[in-house]
């Protein structure tokens, strides 16, 4: 990366702050907000360390980070702003990933290297979102935009709607992976989510077994936990979860059970049920290409594909003109 061109900052951007998001007024009067000192979260989700309470495995890609500095990280209910109350590192000669509970405290650590963090208010961080460092210098709202912009840019990507499956992922990048498949797949998403299942997210999919698509009744997960509660209510609600810690194995699976799902669909589509319909005069919308109407379902129950034919009556003659296939209900 190169420096910033504000020659009386160059010191102290070059020594020790490596690059920073901040806002400065230049000779026109105009802001300006660059990026510097960035961090990314590692650990699939924040987690108890004895004796520290909830920390976080960061891993600081350049410049440097300090007891005290206020951090501004990418939370699931919203942007976090807190401050740094200790580094820790793994003691001389043992591994970060070791069951070990030795750490060395540390006031400063310079990139590149893993750290964990300890502060306030970590219970919510996403993994893979960006961290930023503030100090006077810095307008705190812009940087809460900056941090959570890769997740609205995700939620931008995306066009959720009432009927689809719900994917869930360690982090940012590999949920954007699931998202990218399933486009590709022509798959709908009714939601997404950073981090491990609980029952909320069990219901959320449940939903669509009360749809007309119970077939979008299930949650593909990458490399995160279950929970033992959402375990048993998507047992006890027929909610099909593909998990698995290898993102090819599991699009695989979900590939040939999508695939049974067409063919299921192609066989249900030979077959014609029974439904009785009276049509509503006041409510016929349109009359041709396509036909658009209201009707009172009578009898049997009214399903897409389904092909509809009016009767019509000429003295003692009854015969069925045909009208089409049912393309849409609402």
């Given at each position: ?69 206020t951090i501004v990280i990418g939370g699931m209910e919203g942007p976090i702003v807190t ?248």
């Amino acid at each position: 990366p190169v420096v910033p061109h504000f020659s009386h900052h160059r010191r102290r951007f070059t020594r020790s702050h490596g690059f920073t998001r901040s806002t400065h007024s230049n000779t026109h009067g105009r802001q300006t907000l660059r990026r510097a000192r960035s961090a990314r979260l590692h650990r699939p989700r924040s987690q108890k360390t004895k004796s520290y309470g909830t920390t976080l495995d960061v891993i600081l890609v350049n410049g440097a980070l300090h007891r005290n500095d206020t951090i501004v990280i990418g939370g699931m209910e919203g942007p976090i702003v807190t401050r740094i109350k200790t580094l820790l590192t793994p003691a001389a000669m043992i591994e970060m990933r070791s069951k070990s509970k030795e750490y060395d405290q540390l006031d400063e650590v310079h990139g590149a290297r893993g750290v964990r963090l300890v502060a306030s208010g970590l219970e919510h961080a996403m993994a893979g979102s960006q961290l930023y460092v503030a100090d006077r210098h810095h307008d705190i709202e812009q940087l809460k935009d900056a941090v959570m912009g890769e997740w609205a840019r995700l939620m931008a990507k995306i066009h959720r709607q009432d009927r689809g499956v719900f994917v869930m992922a360690s982090t940012l990048g590999s949920l954007e992976a699931l998202l990218d498949f399933l486009t590709a797949e022509k798959i709908p998403v009714a939601g997404i989510a950073v981090g491990d299942i609980h029952k909320k997210h069990v219901m959320q999919a449940g939903a669509m077994l009360e749809s007309e698509f119970p077939e979008f009744a299930c949650i593909l997960a990458f490399n995160v936990k279950l929970d033992h509660e959402a375990e048993r209510v998507a047992r006890e609600m027929g909610v099909t979860i593909f998990m698995e810690e290898i993102i090819y194995t599991l699009q695989k699976r979900f590939q040939e059970h999508w695939d049974g799902v067409k063919k299921a669909r192609q066989r249900a589509a030979e077959v014609s049920f029974p439904v009785l319909l009276d049509i509503m005069p006041e409510y016929v919308i349109r009359q041709k290409n396509p036909i658009i109407l209201g009707c009172k379902i009578r009898e049997g129950k009214l399903r897409l594909g389904t092909p509809i034919a009016a009767l019509v009556r000429k003295g003692e003659t009854v015969t069925a003109m045909r009208l089409g296939t049912v393309g849409s209900i609402q």
